[in-house]
């Protein structure tokens, strides 16, 4: 039987779903990484926050949170989580890129009218 390297399946799995997520926010190329372990990943994102206007931005993901909008620090410090994206651990990518779009945009998300339902 051939060897089936589970950790290199998930690496996969979570470069795809990431690419997902980069192109439901209109962003072209490789602006991300992916980590085999612990499993986790970063997205560079191309706008600013408003408070933050000398900062870049990223969505960070992990296993046990899921995503995260995080500022980039100086030096090699990690990003500091300001916003935690409250759709799961691996939430559509539409939803993720929703939840980011209006972070930089300083707009509150918004309900899922549908979740009322």
């Known amino acids: 039987m051939l060897g089936v390297d589970f950790a290199e399946t998930e690496v996969n799995e979570l470069r795809r779903y990431v690419r997902m997520v980069a192109g439901a926010l209109g962003q072209q190329g490789d602006s991300f990484y992916v980590q085999a372990t612990p499993l ?3 997205l560079a994102l191309d706008g600013r926050l408003a408070a933050f206007p000398d900062r870049d931005v990223a969505l960070i993901w992990d296993e ?12 090699n410090e990690d990003p500091v989580v300001i916003s935690r994206c409250p ?13 980011a779009v209006s972070r930089l945009m300083g707009v509150p998300r918004l309900p899922d009218p549908q979740a009322a339902a």
């Open 64 to 75: 046990q949170h899921g995503w995260a909008l995080a500022l980039e620090t100086e030096g």
């Open 40 to 42: 986790a990943a970063y």
């Open 87 to 99: 759709d799961g651990i691996r939430p559509a990518p539409r939803d993720v890129a929703a939840f």
